[in-house]
């Protein structure tokens, strides 16, 4: 099982339309959650972190469900610009002989249509 | 401006060449990383350092070499014994340890994409 799954899409979405997608974990000790947004070809940049109380960056939501071990992004009022692949990284829990490294989701795609 | 740059862009390579691609950063972080994407598959580490002089393995080091002999730079060699080198290589930096240590909030350079041909 991956570390780090999530649905690859792709989402098609109406501009002006909201979309949401989730992102499941295996390590119920992971300590850390981030979206990085990357665009075709390019290097992913961040786009938020995760904190447990969840939280709102403009049109983005990003929930936190550690029972569930999920994490959410909700993005309202979609613009033809937030067409992307949305990458969900965890961080692993730090331990004796491993640092608490990034585990990468392969992406959920979103396609925002006029 | 403060960023990580990554050269070349594109890389071509001939099967049993050695090749060395860049990664300069003028962020002052501490740590800096290696990693390869695929398509259709998540980024994974080849190799990441903590502090100059020193670097460790990633999850899938075979093939492949790093220095770290300034702060601002970690190179990577992808070596003749890397058997399938073409991918997309993404160096990446971090703020500094803050308590606890580890990996923080990753920047990333805009990649160089390498072909064998």
């Known amino acids: 099982r991956k570390e780090v799954e999530q649905d690859p899409g792709p989402f098609n979405v109406p501009e002006g339309a909201t979309v949401a997608f989730n992102c499941t974990y295996s390590n119920s000790a992971s300590q850390s959650f981030f979206w990085y947004r990357q665009d075709c070809r390019k290097e992913p940049k961040l786009l938020m972190s995760?904190?447990?109380s969840g939280n709102e960056d403009g049109r983005f939501t990003a929930q936190l469900n550690r029972a569930s071990q999920y994490i959410s992004l909700l993005i309202r009022d979609s613009k033809l610009s937030d067409s992307a692949t949305y990458l969900c990284v965890v961080k692993s829990p730090m331990t004796t002989d491993s640092w608490g490294k990034l585990q990468f989701g392969a992406g959920t795609q979103v396609v925002v249509t006029p | 401006d403060g960023g990580i740059t990554q050269s070349p862009k594109y890389l071509f390579r001939k099967e049993g060449q050695n090749v060395t691609l860049s990664c300069e950063q003028n962020l002052n972080h501490d740590a800096m990383y290696w990693y390869r994407q695929d398509p259709g598959q998540g980024l994974r580490l080849i190799y990441y350092s903590q502090i100059v002089n020193d670097f460790q393995k990633g999850d899938i080091a075979e093939g492949y070499s790093v220095s770290r002999e300034k702060k601002e730079s970690f190179p990577l060699t992808v070596t003749s014994a890397q058997k399938n080198p073409t991918a997309f290589y993404l160096c990446?930096?971090?703020?500094?340890?803050?308590?606890?240590?580890?990996?923080?909030?990753?920047?990333f350079g805009p990649g160089t994409r390498l072909t064998v041909l």
């Open positions: 990446a930096s971090s703020s500094p340890r803050g308590a606890g240590g580890g990996a923080d909030t990753q920047y």
């Open positions: 995760v904190y447990s």
